[in-house]
């Protein structure tokens, strides 16, 4: 069965310093997402990409985050100058239609990064 | 913004009792999804819902779309220690664009 996948599993860094988590969506699927959660807490929507470009991005996706898919198979979320809040589990996910076609997203198995 | 609620936060119960989460959204959606997330785990897709007042089953698992859209419900019958875990709703809104809004969870426990 196809699934989305995701590299690291963990990283640690250290505050301040830029990470960049990578997936592998879906082959056939054409939306990509990244969600983040926070240990104990719900999963949260950060931004969402559909033919190269961003098509929807929450209040958390500021400045510091950025998204690309450099190579047509990888999606990649960049992190600038992390802070201690951005300790969480990142999740990718992908999806093969549009919201109105009431799109099922598939979700990876998330990387969990870790700042210090 | 949407905002989508569950129902309880955490329950504990007998390995062999019924357990039921409810969700509910702050604005109407265009389908609900179920999710189920292992501790440690990543969540996994258990079900969509789209049409009003909807009802599907898998095995001891009853999902229900309320007539409105704004609600949902997952129930679980005679449960076990598999069951455990986390289970989320999570909508698209109509006029949520291109997001899925994850609910609050419901965290299962089961005694064996």
């Known amino acids: 069965e196809p699934e989305v996948t995701q590299t690291p599993s963990h990283q640690v860094t250290q505050m301040g310093q830029e990470v960049i988590l990578r997936c592998v969506p879906i082959s056939n699927h054409l939306y990509f997402y990244w969600y983040r959660q926070i240990l104990g807490q719900k999963v949260e929507f950060l931004v969402s990409?559909?033919?190269?470009?961003?098509?929807?991005k929450s209040e958390i996706f500021d400045d510091q985050f950025s998204v690309e898919r450099p190579d047509g198979s990888n999606f990649t979320l960049k992190i600038r100058s992390t802070k201690l809040e951005d300790s969480a589990m990142y999740f990718c996910?992908?999806?093969?239609?549009?919201?109105?076609?009431?799109?099922?997203?598939?979700f990876g198995e998330g990387s969990w990064l870790t700042v210090v | 913004g949407q905002q989508v609620m569950q129902i309880p936060q955490y329950q504990h119960v007998q390995e062999g009792e019924d357990f039921t989460t409810y969700c509910n959204s702050s604005?109407?959606?265009?389908?609900i999804q179920w999710y189920k997330q292992r501790p440690g785990g990543h969540p996994v897709f258990l079900i969509q819902?789209?049409?009003?007042?909807e009802v599907k089953k898998q095995k001891r698992l009853t999902f229900q779309f309320g007539e409105a859209k704004k609600n949902s419900s997952l129930h679980i019958t005679a449960t076990q220690t598999t069951d455990v875990g986390t289970y989320f709703c999570?909508?698209?809104?109509?006029?949520?664009?291109?997001?899925?809004?994850f609910g609050t969870g419901t965290r299962l426990a089961v005694r064996p």
């Open positions: 990409f559909y033919n190269n470009e961003i098509s929807e």
């Open positions: 819902l789209v049409k009003s007042g």
């Open positions: 996910a992908s999806g093969r239609d549009s919201n109105t076609s009431g799109n099922t997203i598939y």
């Open positions: 999570a909508g698209w809104g109509k006029s949520s664009g291109d997001k899925l809004t």
């Open positions: 604005t109407t959606l265009s389908n």
